[in-house]
Each structure stands twice: as structure tokens, then as C-alpha cells.
């Protein structure tokens, strides 16, 4: 089955050479509020085509904004399916380059994509030019060509680029398929991350902590390693280091929280890997026993600096927003989940 047979309707009208890709799936809200802050962007023509996973949210979404393009699919198929959607979209419609973004990440600044663009235009051989993470990438001052695994939060891309690329695996759904394309990228052509270019995504969320993404981290950690065939093997092995951490994480968040979930998760996991991965519908994945909430300064009792141990050995840590500016506090709940 092809990834267009999703589409059940669609309103596409090329003015550009350029098309944003923003997946939305029942959170019109949030994607409202990027739009006007893309139009915001000087020095650049683009379309925007939202990508609508079996949700309403073009409905809402094409009133407020009707220069804007829409595709509803048929089924949620997941950030990723949103995205393989938009790109063969994006060469159907005979666009030049195509920018693929989450509908929560924002760019930061009024002339980045202009400048991002013109990364493009001035390099022949670049095929991606990415923005560096505010929360975590100000070490790097000047531009400098990719040789690491990268999410791809407004990933400006040469269309091109999918001729010397296989479509990401469809199955990931969710997590990892971000790391996946930018290896595929890497692997096959050259990617530069622009040393004075800026977005901003929340690099912390209570979910990641439940079974749900952590299932998916884990099952998407082994597809990349064994099933992506173009990218190069030389970054294969930190990504299974990385599916190791995530066992043996799995084991003492067990041991931690007496929650015996976390181990039948990495079960699932890898038993979904080997033996079922395609249509699978999560409803065998267990619920968590405890929960991570946001909680106010005042709340906090002893917070610990935010790292991947931090539910450990503490059940209290803040999290410091470089974009804020701000700490924001967490805690793990002791209360039972809804079974």
C-alpha cells in the first residue's frame, strides 16, 4: 500500500518552490499557533501544507488560515506516516525543497529560514541544512557539516534528496523516525547545521516516561539498526547502545518504582520487533502504576538537575529552559494510574 492510498481528501495549491510540512492530529490549537509566527518569516516565499492525521483539525484550521494547503488522511498513522505523506507530496507537486516540522516547534528568528535557504542555494553539495536546538546546541558558533543523528525540527531539505533515499519504515509511528532520516541524510548525501540559526521544542515531557514511548524508543531503536539499510553501519552501534540503556533503564524504573510494567515493556518491545511489527495497536502495552507531573517551585522538596536518572533517586527535579529562561519542576507521583 502506497502512503498516498491514505489520503481521503486534499487541497493543494502550489505557489512556491518551498512547502512547510506540519503534521497536526487533535491539536488545532497548537498548530494555530505556529502558523502566524511562520508568516512571520521574512525573505522567503513558502507554502505550508498541514498534514491532518484522521483528526478535524483542517476543518478549523483552513477557516483561520485559507492560504494554507491540507491533506486528511484516513488513518493516525503517526508522526511518521504524516511526514512520508507530506515529502511524497511535496514531490508529486514538483516543489524544490520541502521543511518538515513538528506543529510545537517554533523557529526563532524572523530571517532564519531565509538564511537557512540560502545555505542551499550557495552550497551545490548540501543536500539538509538543520537550526541548532536552543536548549541544547550552543556549543556549536559556526557551520559545520552533520556527522550525528539529529531530530529534524524544520530539516530544510533539497527534494531531491528523496531519489538518493528509501522512504523512513512506516512502522515507527512515533520517536526515533526523526534520528532515522536525518542517518539517512548522512549516510547518502551531506547534511550542515547553520551555527547562527535557532528553533525552540520542549526537550522534556512526563509522557517519555511512560510505557507507551518507551516501548516505541525501544522497538524504533531496533528498527533502525537492523532495517535501515542506507544507513552506513558506523552508526548502527551508539544507537544499540542506546536500545541497551533503554533495558537496562526499563530494569531499575522496575526495581525503583516496584513497577514490574516497565520490564514487560522492553518484553513487548523486542518480542513486537522480532515477531509482529506491522499493525499493531498498542493496546498490549501496560499502563504505568506512577506518573510524572508538573509542579510549582513551591511544591518542590529537594529538586535534583534534570538527567536520565533523575526518577531514580529522587522524586523531585526541575528542568532549566535556556528559552525561558525559567526552571520548571517535576515530580514522580506514588498514586496508582487507572488501570
Not at 487533535?26 to 498534514?51: H, N, W, Y
Not at 551545490?124 to 536552543?134: Q, S, Y
Amino acid at each position: 500500500m502506497s502512503i498516498l492510498d491514505y489520503i481521503v481528501k486534499a487541497d493543494i495549491e502550489k505557489k512556491s518552490d518551498i512547502v512547510i510540512i506540519i503534521p497536526t492530529f487533535c491539536s488545532a490549537e497548537i498548530t494555530s499557533r505556529l502558523i502566524p509566527v511562520l508568516r512571520e518569516q521574512t525573505g522567503i516565499d513558502f507554502d505550508i501544507l498541514i498534514v491532518d492525521n484522521a483528526s478535524e483539525d483542517y476543518l478549523s484550521l483552513k477557516k483561520n488560515f485559507p492560504e494554507i494547503n491540507y491533506v486528511l488522511s484516513s488513518e493516525n498513522t503517526g508522526v511518521c506516516g504524516a511526514v512520508s505523506l507530506g515529502m511524497e507530496l511535496a514531490r508529486q507537486n514538483g516543489y524544490e525543497f520541502f521543511i518538515l516540522s513538528d506543529n510545537d516547534s517554533i523557529i526563532l528568528g524572523n530571517d532564519s529560514l531565509s538564511r537557512m535557504h540560502q545555505r542551499l542555494k550557495e552550497n551545490a553539495d548540501i543536500d539538509v541544512v538543520l537550526p541548532k536546538l536552543i536548549e541544547t546546541d550552543n556549543s556549536i558558533s559556526t557551520d559545520k557539516l552533520s556527522t550525528r543523528a539529529s531530530v529534524y525540527h524544520y530539516f530544510f531539505a533539497r527534494t531531491s534528496i528523496l531519489d538518493k533515499i528509501t522512504p523512513v519504515n512506516p512502522n515507527y509511528f512515533l520517536l526515533i523516525d526523526d534520528y532515522a532520516l536525518t542517518l539517512k541524510a548522512i549516510s547518502c548525501g551531506k547534511v550542515l547545521i547553520c551555527g547562527d540559526v535557532f528553533y525552540y521544542h520542549i526537550t522534556f515531557k512526563p509522557k517519555y516516561w511512560q510505557n507507551f514511548c518507551m516501548y516505541l524508543f525501544m522497538r524504533n531503536l531496533l528498527i533502525l539498526v537492523f532495517l535501515e539499510t542506507d544507513i552506513k553501519f558506523r552508526y548502527r552501534p551508539k544507537q544499540f547502545l542506546h536500545f541497551i540503556f533503554k533495558v537496562v533503564l526499563c530494569f531499575l524504573l522496575s526495581v525503583r518504582m516496584r513497577d514490574f510494567s516497565y520490564v514487560k515493556t522492553a518484553g513487548f518491545a523486542v518480542r513486537d520487533f522480532l515477531f509482529r511489527l506491522e499493525n499493531i495497536d498498542f493496546s498490549h502495552i501496560p499502563a504505568n502504576k506512577y506518573s510524572v507531573r508538573e509542579i510549582s517551585a513551591d511544591e518542590a522538596d529537594n529538586p535534583r538537575p534534570n538527567s536520565n536518572w533523575a526518577n531514580l533517586f529522587g522524586n523531585c527535579y526541575k528542568i532549566h529552559s535556556n528559552y525561558y529562561d525559567t526552571d520548571n519542576y517535576y515530580k514522580l507521583e506514588k498514586q496508582k494510574l487507572n488501570q
